[in-house]
């Protein structure tokens, strides 16, 4: 069985910085994409960025390009996201998400597997 475990959230002032962290507990034999999801309150939940775990570009939202960046450690089987000059509008819970399977996916609805999310909050 796959656990997300997320951490990182918090509340910072707008032009500020997090990072966020989800540790993943997967067999290592699995291969498997990894992705940061984002929902708002009254909006869907949407697509941030992902990352193939073996390697390969990563994609973003056109929203985040250029101020978030997501990376990962193998050793640590841990997915992070770099925020950088966050707006008020980054505020939302964000979600760690997994798909078995290479190949970079967006839908909401690829991923197999989330954690809890956890909350970030922008002030202006």
């Known amino acids: 069985q796959v656990q997300l475990v997320e951490s990182g959230g918090g509340l910072v002032q707008a032009g500020g910085s997090l990072r966020l962290s989800c540790a993943a507990s997967?067999?290592?034999?699995?291969?498997?994409?990894m992705a940061w999801f984002r929902q708002a309150p009254g909006k869907e939940r949407e697509f941030v960025a992902v990352?193939?775990?073996?390697?390969?570009?990563?994609d973003y939202a056109d929203s985040v390009k250029g101020r978030f960046t997501i990376s990962k450690d193998n050793a640590k089987n841990t997915l992070y996201l770099q925020m950088n000059s966050l707006k008020p509008e980054d505020t939302a819970v964000y979600y760690c998400?997994?798909?078995?399977?290479?190949?970079?996916?967006?839908?909401?609805?690829?991923?197999?597997?989330w954690g809890q999310g956890t909350q970030v909050t922008v002030s202006s």
């Open positions: 998400a997994l798909r078995v399977g290479v190949g970079i996916r967006t839908a909401r609805t690829s991923y197999d597997y």
């Open positions: 997967v067999r290592t034999f699995v291969t498997y994409t």
């Open positions: 990352v193939n775990w073996s390697g390969g570009p990563a």
